[in-house]
């Protein structure tokens, strides 16, 4: 294992960009200088996330998520 999460990551098992393995390392993501603990989804080369938006939910059951362009760094959380 790499010590750099990959380009983009979901945290919804029905992506295609879901990986278990990763999530289980505790990924956190810094977008434009804020750490977010509502992240579903992140691209670092294109520079965009897509954050939950409270506990809606659409009509297929899956959380409402609201899409933002910045920087995003995501990083590995140290183990405390």
């Not at 983009?8 to 990986?19: E, G, H, Q, V």
């Not at 939950?52 to 659409?58: E, L, P, Y």
């Amino acid at each position: 294992m790499t010590d750099t999460p990959p380009d983009r990551l979901s945290t919804n098992p029905k992506s295609p960009f879901y990986d278990a393995d990763i999530l289980a390392r505790n990924v956190g993501v810094r977008f434009k200088g804020v750490d977010k603990t509502n992240v579903d989804e992140y691209c670092v080369s294109e520079g965009w996330v897509r954050l939950t938006v409270g506990n809606s939910r659409d009509r297929k059951g899956d959380p409402l998520t609201v899409k933002l362009q910045g920087t995003v760094e995501p990083y590995y959380r140290q183990a405390e």
